[in-house]
């Protein structure tokens, strides 16, 4: 990939920025450091891709977006799901109408593996970590807004429990078209990554299954067996992130636009703050219009 | 099963509860006559059945089964699910520990065939109507209790807006062990009777999944299809019906003792109420100790 | 079902056959007592309904349906996969064209539970045992006919081995449009009782699965986990034999003609001889047209 | 991958085939070529990866591995099954007796997207092009050995079977420890990429599945629509062919010996050749000892 788009590595940093054979940066470093590299970026006139979130706070992200435009290169953040062959699939369904009006869906993010107890002490809320793709994606898909957010969270371990750190969570969601839907996140699904969605009308429900290792199967006494989920975002998501890259090249050759936009990036945040409080203060919260 | 346990149709009503020859009275008719027959039942010594609810509120419920310990005969509220194959192994297995500490259950309630629209707006709550068979179970499965429940309903069609009636409507519980439930329910799933529960848990999780008209799959240059979900409670819960009424049988003939207690017929209908008033009040609504 | 249909059992039986009350007889006794009973029934003007095979011999055959036809009254082989859903569908989609030309079908018995060693050892040829129910369907579905067999046999264990019996035994048959067909036998599938067809075209395919006895999936570190198939014919087939009794009902009646005839019965038995002739001497024998 | 293992393109062949910076070969031309290219290879010190079949006749096959050994450099012929993860994992299963004493396995090869007439018309006869795969694949998973096949074809169109082309076959194959095969093979799956293997045993069953172009199901009122198989073997063995590559470099580095043996590329090209003679002659033809 680097070599075929011109990319580089942190350590040759000085040079690629300035490299008049480049068109575009990627970007995958911490999200504190994104800010410094888009402003680089945006004055060297590149393009820029980078993953959610590109900053923590709405107001950065809106400076952020301006800086890029003023220097007219495009901000890209990359929501993975919108380049899932699957989900694609099942929100160009919902979008044509084919299982009619929407009123509900379920959603399911279960992380695998799941990270240290040290990980999980030392931070990292768990809406703000693991909503973010699948509020995007909803969003996009139902073609909706989230108006309203009740969220509870559990911990699995006593450890946790102290620090009142969750590592379980669920939010319950309302939008502006009146659908309900449901986000049911863990940061540690034993049998391995689990990622789905479904989404219920009154004509019909589309639904985003799981991906396997293999398609093998042993049957004997006791059942059927199956192979595990696939273990991680790196398999599951291989083609969806080759997809992006291809539409990032794209973007930044003026064929089309990025399809994720500044307030599709700064709303998953609202959402996912509104998230926390809701958990932090036991109360419904509503979040303005945009 | 009439001939087989000494039953008798509502017009043979006089005779048969004075009848000799009988042990025990299934009651099929609406909630709002169970509470004669019950009576009538226990007075004549005849253990009896009937389907959910028992009545409609606790104090009638109370009232009912105190009756019954009077004449000393089993009062016995039929869930189906406790006697469904697919549910009972999924509960044993929670029960059992095989996937470990529970944090999450996700249930769905799809009805089929949905109802007139007549039905609809001549009332009948979706909490009270289609709640009830999930909660008892999930408080079963996991052996423990609903504390809180958040509610929220959306109606697929003008007519159902005009009139604040739901036929949509989505619950989220807490339990008292720390769980987060999710009940999603609509009066009509338009590919058929859709009854799915999963239970997650910090090394696994169980899943109850449908059953299918049949197993014939096309496969053709769209993709596979496989046949409709089973198209109603009838079909899919056949068996369970069977299981259920011979524990009936094997209750009244002093075999073994009814599963469902009075206090969970009780905590059913307070869910119920409580996702009503959550609903109707947009707030969060907590369920006193029982 | 006795009750229903006026029937009674073998220890009743001078009576019922000359009954006036009774218009059909379902004989379920050995095979080798088929004839005496189907006599007796036609003598007394009564419908017959007979589990497969109706008699060992293609003679022996013709002459009972002979004696039937004599006496006006039906004699009904009965062949459930014509009366089970899932096959049936299966084999509509087919006369339909909706899968275009057929070219191939491959099948699979494997029976379950698995017999005693003993029974084994005292005979039964596994052609003659397994293979009528789907040489009869398949010749149904793709309304052809069996042209030539050619047939293995494995064991399983040392001592059928020394006996030269085989628990084990596919075939593989041409027909006169075309098709190639597969079908192999077990005598004893250790998941359960295995029953598939698939049956290839041009345009697609269709396949008829198994049932499980759950929809139960369990998900730990190892995979999934779901239920062993259903363990035999009577819960795999049930609705099939109830089906089948009420088509023998209607047939009885004059309300419909009975599905299978003289000559479908006798040809599933000559393609069982062909097959055990071939397994003796290993050649590919052919079957006579009809 | 080439220029991670040093390779190129037949434009650089003459420079190529002496460079001192290539280690192995990877040849992709058409069958007739290989020797040419093997022999070229061998006598510059270079282990070569071919796919197969390594020549069309045993003895040229024989020479081209004699040629290898002289020169010392490994020969390596593909069979991307050996390294796909499905079937490598039930190869695994059965090797380690998880599933008991193999009695019977029935293979599905199903090519996708299917050839123009054009290409059937001008030859290429359907045992070479597609058995080799999986008759490869099930002598290694059983380690056993063909020893009789019989076959038959049919052809789907007018024009095919004007000129005597069959572009559906079917091979039925006994092996030396008495397992029976069937192989049941097309040109064209209308439906995708169709290639599964099941081998039964007295304990069980393991099974080999498809893989699927996305995950998404759509529910409506006529059942469940799932998406196509995936279109072809550059998508289906993807991983399998990486995996290939990445053996092929350790065999060449000395790290590893390749897999498939001088004795498994004669045989899978003896067994297309009796199951060709088969369809030819009717007959069951049996294969020599190796």
Known sequence: MLSQFGGGTKTEETNSLNSTTLDGLVIAVPTSSHGDYIKKAAKNGLGVFVEKPVAESPEEIEELYHVCEQHQVPLCCGFQRRFDKSYAQAAQHVQQG?????????????????????????????????????????????NDEIESVYACGTSSREELTECNIQDNATMMMTTAKGSIITLTMSRRAAYGYDQRCEIFADQGKVNVGNEFETTTIISDEHGDHSSRLKNSFDTRFRDAFTNEINAFADTVMGKAPWPVKKEDVIRVQQVAAAAKKSLETNQIVYIGKR
Chains 1, 2, 3, 4 share one sequence.
């Not at 009619?100 to 990270?115: C, L, M, Q, R, Y």
């Not at 990980?119 to 973010?132: H, K, P, T, V």
């Open 98 to 142: 084919s299982i009619g009006k929407v009123s509900n869906a379920n959603i399911f993010f279960g992380d695998s593996p799941g990270p240290s107890l040290e990980f999980l002490l030392e931070g990292g809320n768990i809406f703000y970590d693991l909503s973010c793709h699948d509020v995007d994606f909803i969003r996009w898909a139902l």
